[in-house]
């Protein structure tokens, strides 16, 4: 079957099939297409170009046609979907034809690549359909002597779906699929005699006794769980079902047959012991990305999703809203309406969001509804060589202006990347401080990434690197440190360190770095220094970070987040025992990374070093996350620019001791003091407070000078 570009090289007579009457999968088409995606057509294939246009419900198919058609189907997932495949009918008599998504096609896509694949996406829009149709390709056409097996939550659900199989395989052609009396019809189990296939089914257990014997009945290699934050015992059904069937999934790829699990659900309680497991699965699985879709192959598509994978279990997550598959407001605020669900059960049920009971998120519903609202699909998707994927959130062409108008930021959270820790990465942009790319890594080689960090900075000169300066973070740095002056860039420009934050009491360290060239610096030099690079985490830093940091960069940048996964763990917040963290079973990498990157721009000290304009810093933005006016811009760039001057006379007023030099400074302080304070805006100062802050800087230069001698 077609799934990759170069899969259309092994079957020359293939064609895009264009002339579908399934306009779902030609939208589709066109809508990958508009998101850079080069793979945007493998769902049109047809490998017999005689079908195109022959109608597989014609009462005048010849027996060849009937023939051909039928091997379409066993040979071409696709064709079986877009020109067979019929949705039983909700009301009404008539089915209709399956409707093409981004959310079914990713997983069927993600299946047959023989990788598992969570899929969220609201009530009422179809999940478990996508899925019944799968299985319906799979036990009617392709698989021989094989079990399928579904798992859900209670006895209406499993009747539901056994009844939605049973009437799928009605609406096809009778001469496609052949009958046969001893095959079980029946509201838990299915059988396709003719090809040796059943499909059986499970419903939850009341005990864990009972939990574990129904996972141990599953000796399946495909198995279909649906809702499964709401079966009891999930956690225990679940290990005790992937172990069960190991057996059967070797034998089916020895055997080159499809073999796989798939979750669908709506979003759990995170607080339940169902929804925990599961939640926890949820956040450590790689986040689906239509980038995916242009990987070389099969092999080079797991690799990609190790390295984005967080958790132990190898899986991809897809999780949709209502427009991303094609359903309106107005459609979600009718179901809403309809439902009469309450506030935890619309999140749940029609938003995607897990909920947590009472724990106490730190941000308003305000700001959390705005950072949720904010969440968009990347607009193009970059799969390094060495198989990480960087979302961007502006296109190829903003992006090359941009990067020559204004600065970015990439914040760094770096760790072990084993277990449940990742190294995340986000950028965003200095001037509106909204998230323009973000990367979650998994990759226990450090080198390999710092490697990738640098040609980042490499490629991007207009980027500022700030680390956490924890666990792996010193070897990721020293990596830095060999690679950057490599392609011609000081480490000390491009990467935040205490002795540029630092330069009035570092002075002598400050006067090396600026004045040593990179011809002339050796390993020795950056092992003297390589411990000041990276921002240092401790109690009272991460206190500043997840207090007056997140609170700050919520207000100003919420409506600005953008990325799903950093969106998720903002929310996901939490007072714990009177610190906030992450939830249970949950991450926080990216939003460190984010934090990271905000802290620099509000905290972080001369930054004209790292090329970073202070006055351009949140110029498009207001103080609650509007975008600022033409005359709010030209205000904060005088302010900035006179803040500039301000802090050029503190150096001199620092620097003399000579009676007249200081009283022309002090004079010179009141009248740009005076001026900016007719400007709005900016933290409140005090001529009394910038002579003692200009005092305290004296005596520190003094005692640096003692020391020094």
Same mark, same amino acid.
């Given at each position: 079957?077609?799934?990759?570009?170069?899969?259309?090289?092994?079957?020359?007579?293939?064609?895009?099939?264009?002339?579908?009457?399934?306009?779902?999968?030609?939208?589709?088409?066109?809508?990958?297409?508009?998101?850079?995606?080069?793979?945007?057509?493998?769902?049109?294939?047809?490998?017999?170009?005689?079908?195109?246009?022959?109608?597989?419900?014609?009462?005048?198919?010849?027996?060849?046609?009937?023939?051909?058609?039928?091997?379409?189907?066993? $040979?071409?997932?696709?064709?079986?979907?877009?020109?067979?495949?019929?949705?039983?009918?909700?009301?009404?008599?008539?089915?209709?034809?399956?409707?093409?998504?981004?959310?079914?096609?990713?997983?069927?896509?993600?299946?047959?690549?023989?990788?598992?694949?969570?899929?969220?996406?609201?009530?009422?829009?179809?999940?478990?359909?996508?899925?019944?149709?799968?299985?319906?390709?799979?036990?009617? $056409?392709?698989?021989?002597?094989?079990?399928?097996?579904?798992?859900?939550?209670?006895? /209406?659900?499993?009747?539901?779906?056994?009844?939605?199989?049973?009437?799928?395989? %009605?609406?096809?052609?009778?001469?496609?699929?052949?009958?046969?009396?001893?095959?079980?019809?029946?509201?838990?189990?299915?059988?396709?005699?003719?090809?040796?296939?059943?499909?059986?089914?499970?419903?939850?257990?009341?005990?864990?006794?009972?939990?574990?014997?129904?996972?141990? %009945?599953?000796?399946?290699?495909?198995?279909?769980?649906?809702?499964?934050?709401?079966?009891?015992?999930?956690?225990?059904?679940?290990?005790?079902?992937?172990?069960?069937?190991?057996?059967?999934?070797?034998?089916?790829?020895?055997?080159?047959?499809?073999?796989?699990?798939?979750?669908?659900?709506?979003?759990?309680?995170?607080?339940?012991?169902?929804?925990?497991?599961?939640?926890?699965?949820?956040?450590?699985?790689?986040?689906?990305?239509?980038?995916?879709?242009?990987?070389?192959?099969?092999?080079?598509?797991?690799?990609?999703?190790?390295?984005?994978?967080?958790?132990?279990?190898?899986?991809?997550?897809?999780?949709?809203?209502?427009?991303?598959?094609?359903?309106?407001?107005?459609?979600?605020?009718?179901?809403?309406?309809?439902?009469?669900?309450?506030?935890?059960?619309?999140?749940?049920?029609?938003?995607?969001?897990?909920?947590?009971?009472?724990?106490?998120?730190?941000?308003?519903?305000?700001?959390?509804?705005?950072?949720?609202?904010?969440?968009?699909?990347?607009? $193009?998707?970059?799969?390094?060589?060495?198989?990480?994927?960087?979302?961007?959130?502006?296109?190829?062409?903003?992006?090359?202006?941009?990067?020559?108008?204004?600065?970015?930021?990439?914040?760094?959270?770096?760790?072990?990347?084993?277990?449940?820790?990742?190294?995340?990465?986000?950028?965003?942009?200095?001037?509106?401080?909204?998230?323009?790319?973000?990367?979650?890594?998994?990759?226990?080689?450090?080198?390999?990434?710092?490697?990738?960090?640098?040609?980042?900075?490499?490629?991007?000169?207009?980027?500022?690197?700030?680390?956490?300066?924890?666990?792996?973070?010193?070897?990721?740095?020293?990596?830095?440190?060999?690679?950057?002056?490599?392609?011609?860039?000081?480490?000390?420009?491009?990467?935040?360190?205490?002795?540029?934050?630092?330069?009035?009491?570092?002075?002598?360290?400050?006067?090396?770095?600026?004045?040593?060239?990179?011809?002339?610096?050796?390993?020795?030099?950056?092992?003297?220094?390589?411990?000041?690079?990276?921002?240092?985490?401790?109690?009272?830093?991460?206190?500043?970070?997840?207090? /007056?940091?997140?609170?700050?960069?919520?207000?100003?940048?919420?409506?600005?987040?953008?990325?799903?996964?950093?969106?998720?763990?903002?929310?996901?917040?939490?007072?714990?025992?009177?610190?906030?963290?992450?939830?249970?079973?949950?991450?926080?990498?990216?939003?460190?990374?984010?934090?990271?990157?905000?802290?620099?721009?509000?905290? %972080?000290?001369?930054?004209?070093?790292?090329?970073?304009?202070?006055?351009?810093?949140?110029?498009?933005?207001?103080?609650?996350?509007?975008?600022?006016?033409?005359?709010?811009?030209?205000?904060?760039?005088?302010?900035?620019?006179?803040?500039?001057?301000?802090?050029?006379?503190?150096?001199?007023?620092?620097?003399?001791?000579?009676?007249?030099?200081?009283?022309?400074?002090?004079?010179?302080?009141?009248?740009?003091?005076?001026?900016?304070?007719?400007?709005?805006?900016?933290?409140?100062?005090?001529?009394?407070?910038?002579?003692?802050?200009?005092?305290?800087?004296?005596?520190?230069?003094?005692?640096?000078?003692?020391?020094?001698?």
């Amino acid at each position: 079957m077609i799934l990759f570009l170069k899969d259309w090289d092994e079957f020359p007579d293939a064609i895009i099939d264009y002339k579908t009457t399934n306009k779902s999968f030609l939208e589709l088409a066109s809508l990958l297409k508009q998101m850079k995606v080069k793979n945007h057509f493998f769902f049109l294939a047809l490998h017999q170009p005689e079908l195109q246009g022959v109608d597989p419900y014609s009462d005048h198919l010849s027996l060849e046609q009937k023939q051909m058609i039928a091997l379409e189907c066993e $040979f071409n997932p696709w064709y079986f979907l877009r020109e067979i495949m019929r949705v039983p009918p909700v009301a009404g008599l008539d089915p209709v034809p399956f409707r093409a998504n981004r959310a079914n096609i990713s997983m069927i896509w993600s299946f047959l690549n023989h990788i598992d694949y969570m899929l969220i996406q609201p009530r009422q829009t179809g999940k478990s359909v996508s899925t019944d149709s799968l299985m319906s390709w799979l036990y009617l $056409f392709v698989l021989r002597n094989t079990r399928i097996m579904l798992i859900t939550k209670d006895e /209406q659900l499993r009747v539901e779906n056994v009844n939605r199989l049973r009437n799928i395989r %009605g609406y096809l052609p009778e001469w496609l699929v052949l009958k046969d009396k001893t095959d079980a019809n029946n509201s838990y189990a299915l059988t396709y005699n003719q090809r040796g296939n059943r499909y059986i089914t499970g419903v939850g257990q009341g005990s864990e006794d009972g939990a574990r014997k129904l996972g141990r %009945g599953a000796t399946v290699a495909i198995a279909h769980i649906d809702e499964s934050p709401f079966i009891p015992f999930i956690d225990v059904t679940i290990p005790s079902a992937l172990s069960a069937g190991n057996a059967a999934r070797d034998e089916a790829e020895r055997n080159g047959l499809p073999y796989g699990n798939i979750f669908t659900t709506t979003a759990g309680k995170i607080d339940s012991r169902s929804g925990g497991y599961m939640y926890e699965m949820y956040e450590g699985g790689a986040t689906w990305s239509e980038g995916y879709y242009d990987c070389d192959d099969n092999k080079h598509l797991r690799e990609v999703v190790r390295k984005a994978n967080k958790g132990r279990k190898q899986i991809i997550v897809g999780v949709f809203n209502h427009r991303q598959l094609g359903y309106s407001d107005e459609w979600l605020y009718e179901k809403l309406s309809n439902s009469g669900a309450t506030n935890e059960e619309a999140d749940r049920d029609y938003f995607n969001r897990w909920t947590r009971g009472n724990s106490a998120s730190p941000l308003t519903v305000q700001q959390l509804t705005a950072i949720m609202h904010s969440e968009v699909d990347p607009t $193009f998707n970059w799969i390094s060589p060495e198989s990480y994927v960087l979302k961007w959130y502006i296109d190829e062409l903003e992006l090359r202006r941009r990067l020559t108008t204004t600065k970015f930021i990439l914040g760094l959270d770096t760790s072990d990347a084993i277990g449940r820790d990742d190294i995340a990465f986000t950028i965003i942009d200095a001037q509106d401080l909204g998230v323009v790319a973000r990367a979650t890594v998994n990759d226990t080689y450090i080198p390999n990434v710092a490697k990738w960090v640098s040609s980042i900075l490499q490629k991007y000169p207009n980027v500022t690197l700030i680390i956490e300066k924890k666990s792996s973070a010193q070897t990721f740095i020293d990596t830095l440190l060999v690679t950057l002056p490599s392609y011609g860039i000081d480490p000390f420009e491009r990467v935040y360190n205490r002795i540029v934050d630092n330069r009035y009491s570092m002075e002598k360290d400050y006067h090396e770095i600026s004045r040593t060239p990179l011809s002339r610096r050796d390993n020795r030099f950056y092992e003297r220094y390589r411990s000041y690079f990276g921002f240092n985490t401790s109690a009272g830093s991460r206190d500043l970070l997840y207090g /007056q940091v997140l609170l700050n960069a919520t207000k100003r940048a919420g409506a600005l987040v953008r990325d799903r996964e950093l969106s998720g763990q903002i929310r996901g917040l939490i007072v714990k025992n009177g610190r906030l963290d992450h939830s249970a079973g949950g991450h926080d990498d990216a939003v460190m990374s984010w934090l990271l990157a905000h802290w620099l721009l509000m905290y %972080g000290k001369n930054l004209d070093y790292y090329g970073i304009d202070a006055s351009k810093i949140s110029l498009r933005v207001g103080s609650d996350g509007e975008v600022a006016t033409p005359l709010e811009i030209a205000q904060r760039e005088e302010r900035t620019a006179l803040k500039g001057q301000l802090d050029d006379l503190m150096d001199k007023l620092v620097s003399t001791d000579l009676p007249l030099l200081v009283i022309q400074y002090e004079g010179k302080i009141k009248q740009l003091m005076a001026r900016m304070s007719q400007l709005p805006g900016g933290d409140a100062i005090t001529f009394d407070g910038i002579l003692a802050e200009a005092k305290d800087k004296k005596r520190q230069a003094l005692r640096n000078r003692r020391r020094a001698a």
